[in-house]
């Protein structure tokens, strides 16, 4: 089955921590999208990236930091930079840059 | 003023009715535009794809209007099971979401 997988679903973070969300997918699609979700608010792209070895700031990537060193993966890292990091994290991807997109099952992340 | 913005709703509709959201967005750019379904607590799921004036799935459909700039999504005879929450998306060049849009089909 080709799809999307995220990890851990839940993750909890002490103050001070870096944490790392892992996405990978087997639909051999070029790009790859990081979001995060906050209650009442549309999905804001943290990072993303189109090709192997490169990826770009989204419109709030203060906080967190990427790869993409194989096709398939796209770990988001959050920072201890990153003040309010507790939202439900999605990764996606797509065939190729910002066409359709197609959703992990999320990681939400609390701080402890 | 946002980019893509839906009323939240919630739409409380009993099974059967005909239910239609509208989704108004700003940027006269937006080359194309989605609509996703995401459940409580899940990930979004394309519903739909709309690239010129409409498309129809079924009991959804989904009507663009350039001029006006908006679009909407109609959902003939309401299931339970449409209960989620709708999500409008516009392809600028990356994709703008919108808040959402609750349903909730009563029985």
């Known amino acids: 089955d080709g799809g999307i997988t995220q990890s851990p679903k839940y993750l909890f973070r002490k103050e001070g921590q870096n944490v790392t969300l892992s996405c990978e997918q087997n639909l051999n699609h070029d790009a790859m999208y990081w979001y995060r979700q906050d209650p009442g608010q549309g999905l804001r792209l943290i990072y993303y990236?189109?090709?192997?070895?490169?990826?770009q700031k989204g419109d709030i990537a203060e906080g967190y930091s990427v790869s993409r060193e194989k096709k398939e993966s796209f770990p988001l890292t959050v920072t201890s930079a990153q003040k309010n990091p507790t939202a439900f994290y999605l990764c996606?991807?797509?065939?190729?840059?910002?066409?359709?997109?197609?959703f992990g099952p999320g990681t939400r992340l609390l701080v402890l | 003023r946002k980019e893509v913005e839906q009323d939240p709703g919630p739409f409380n509709v009993p099974e059967g009715a005909t239910v239609a959201f509208n989704c108004t967005y700003s940027n006269s750019a937006s080359q194309s535009f989605f609509w996703y379904r995401q459940d409580c607590r899940k990930e979004p799921k394309l519903l739909m794809s709309?690239?010129?004036s409409g498309n129809e799935d079924g009991r959804f459909t989904a009507q663009l209007n350039r001029a006006s700039q908006y679009i909407s999504l109609l959902i003939r005879d309401s299931k339970l099971s449409d209960s989620a929450t709708y999500l409008c998306?516009?392809?600028?060049?990356?994709?703008?979401f919108g808040q959402g849009t609750t349903l909730q089909v009563k029985p």
């Open positions: 990236s189109q090709i192997v070895n490169d990826f």
């Open positions: 998306v516009c392809n600028t060049g990356k994709l703008i």
């Open positions: 709309v690239y010129s």
């Open positions: 996606a991807s797509s065939i190729r840059g910002f066409e359709t997109q197609y």
